[in-house]
């Protein structure tokens, strides 16, 4: 923290996730002043200035691991709500309850074959908040894929950031 015209400002943003659940609720600053009254004579003053640390939707999803998926059908036939893959996890550094604008949309689906399904929770394992979200991708309808590659992409989406 550093001091400007009688206001104190913080040298470094900060933000609420990174902090854990304690330090957030506890937070506080301790400030002493000196002030010099004359040659001799000082006087010092010590406040504890009580901060409060407001959730705020700061950070974008990011994929828990890589950025390109490739799931192999053995079976051109599927049926509505069949699963395709394993589950794909995004994780982001803001709680579930800042992040209530997040949606999720697949592009170049030129067929409409797929859909995400998509759960949100929250986790703080290491003390500091964090959502997670856990897509897995369905087939949107019955059909034969005709094909022997189709791309798709799934995207999170945090339009407040």
Do not use: W
Request: contains cysteine; aromatic residues 12%.
């Amino acid at each position: 923290f550093t001091l400007k015209n009688n206001e104190i400002y913080t040298k470094v943003p900060l933000d609420y996730e990174y902090f854990n659940s304690t330090e957030v609720k506890n937070f506080a600053v301790s400030v002493a002043c000196t002030i010099k009254m004359s040659d001799d004579k000082t006087l010092v003053f010590n406040r504890t200035l009580h901060v409060a640390l407001l959730d705020r939707n700061d950070n974008g999803p990011e994929l828990q691991n890589e950025g390109v998926y490739n799931f192999l059908l053995d079976n051109p036939h599927f049926k509505q709500g069949d699963t395709i893959g394993n589950k794909i996890i995004f994780t982001d550094r803001d709680s579930l309850r800042s992040n209530a604008h997040l949606t999720y949309q697949i592009f170049n689906d030129t067929s409409e074959l797929v859909r995400p399904d998509c759960t949100a929770y929250e986790a703080d394992h290491t003390g500091k908040i964090k959502s997670i979200f856990s897509c897995q991708i369905l087939f949107a309808r019955n059909g034969i894929l005709s094909q022997t590659s189709y791309c798709f992409s799934l995207v999170a989406s945090d339009h407040t950031v």
